[in-house]
């Protein structure tokens, strides 16, 4: 496997592809049959939602600095994370779209950089996040995650995240105005779609739904609507970001507490097959 900080490999055949599969990632985008994503951490993860149906793996950042021993949060090394973001694309035959939290750098250059990384690793999409950066900060990010795709060649889908909800930020009154214009900041520096996680209020996602120019991403989990409900209110991609590795790291829990405790083993009722999983790793 080619360093994944190093040119993509193959020549005009392989960049051929790879164009191929970021314009087959950006349309499945669409409110009329929005694109599910269970986020994987890990290979076998990834090689789950493969063979589930998805059409389209997502990773989640946190799962995957988890799974390496560092905490969510601009954090992790970029060099490890990228090296997670080959094995995945390496191993599945769809689209595969790196959460890379706010870039993985100091500054835009250094996102740009890490977005070379991330195409080189196989990746067509990335998801990147303002968090408590200043939006001319975070457009800033963007438009050099734009321009390093561009010097590719590769139309990636850059999925820009708004956390004014998530965190609460500014007052509640004014909170949806001041995500849509983040939202029309990050689309104008270069960003293919918006995702605004921690609202989940069909209300107001029709509303960010109607001002958003662009494909919307909504981040759910139990009481969300469905994914139907949410594309008929206008979004196009649903995810679950953390959610499923929050929830097998809680089946680690469980089982261990259960063992420890009762001496009993109930809690790994349901697993996989150990055959069944050794077998979709082979080959």
């Given at each position: 496997?080619?360093?994944?900080?190093?040119?993509?490999?193959?020549?005009?055949?392989?960049?051929?592809?790879?164009?191929?599969?970021?314009?087959?990632?950006?349309?499945?985008?669409?409110?009329?049959?929005?694109?599910?994503?269970?986020?994987?951490?890990?290979?076998?993860?990834?090689?789950?939602?493969?063979?589930?149906?998805?059409?389209?793996?997502?990773?989640?950042?946190?799962?995957?600095?988890?799974?390496?021993?560092?905490?969510?949060?601009?954090?992790?090394?970029?060099?490890?994370?990228?090296?997670?973001?080959?094995?995945?694309?390496?191993?599945?035959?769809?689209?595969?779209?790196?959460?890379?939290?706010?870039?993985?750098?100091?500054?835009?250059?250094?996102?740009?950089?890490?977005?070379?990384?991330?195409?080189?690793?196989?990746?067509?999409?990335?998801?990147?996040?303002?968090?408590?950066?200043?939006?001319?900060?975070?457009?800033?990010?963007?438009?050099a995650a734009r321009a390093a795709a561009e010097a590719?060649?590769?139309?990636?889908?850059?999925?820009?995240?708004?956390?004014?909800?998530?965190?609460?930020?500014?007052?509640?009154?004014?909170?949806?105005?001041?995500?849509?214009a983040r939202a029309a900041a990050y689309l104008r520096?270069?960003?293919?779609?918006?995702?605004?996680?921690?609202?989940?209020?069909?209300?107001?996602?029709?509303?960010?739904?109607?001002?958003?120019?662009?494909?919307?991403?909504?981040?759910?989990?139990?009481?969300?609507?469905?994914?139907?409900?949410?594309?008929?209110?206008?979004?196009?991609?649903?995810?679950?970001?953390?959610?499923?590795?929050?929830?097998?790291?809680a089946v680690v829990r469980r089982a261990t507490e259960?063992?420890?405790?009762?001496?009993?083993?109930?809690?790994?009722?349901?697993?996989?097959?150990?055959?069944?999983?050794?077998?979709?790793?082979?080959?």
């Open positions: 496997m080619a360093s994944p900080t190093a040119p993509p490999s193959g020549g005009l055949t392989s960049m051929t592809a790879t164009t191929a599969t970021a314009t087959a990632f950006a349309a499945l985008h669409t409110p009329a049959a929005p694109l599910a994503l269970a986020n994987a951490w890990d290979v076998a993860s990834a090689r789950l939602v493969e063979a589930a149906g998805a059409r389209a793996v997502a990773t989640t950042s946190a799962g995957v600095a988890w799974s390496l021993g560092s905490p969510d949060g601009d954090a992790l090394a970029r060099d490890r994370a990228l090296d997670l973001v080959a094995r995945v694309a390496a191993a599945v035959s769809v689209p595969v779209t790196a959460d890379i939290e706010g870039g993985f750098a100091t500054d835009p250059a250094g996102v740009g950089e890490t977005v070379t990384g991330v195409l080189a690793a196989g990746a067509v999409g990335i998801n990147i996040e303002d968090g408590t950066r200043t939006p001319a900060d975070h457009a800033d990010r963007i438009a590719a060649g590769v139309p990636l889908f850059i999925n820009a995240r708004v956390d004014t909800y998530l965190f609460g930020l500014g007052e509640p009154h004014t909170r949806l105005d001041e995500t849509l520096a270069g960003a293919s779609g918006i995702f605004v996680p921690g609202v989940t209020d069909p209300a107001t996602i029709a509303e960010l739904a109607k001002g958003i120019d662009a494909p919307f991403n909504v981040l759910v989990g139990p009481g969300a609507p469905t994914v139907a409900e949410l594309g008929a209110l206008g979004a196009a991609r649903v995810s679950l970001g953390s959610g499923v590795a929050e929830a097998a790291y259960e063992l420890l405790t009762s001496g009993t083993y109930g809690t790994l009722s349901g697993s996989l097959p150990y055959g069944e999983l050794n077998a979709l790793l082979k080959g």
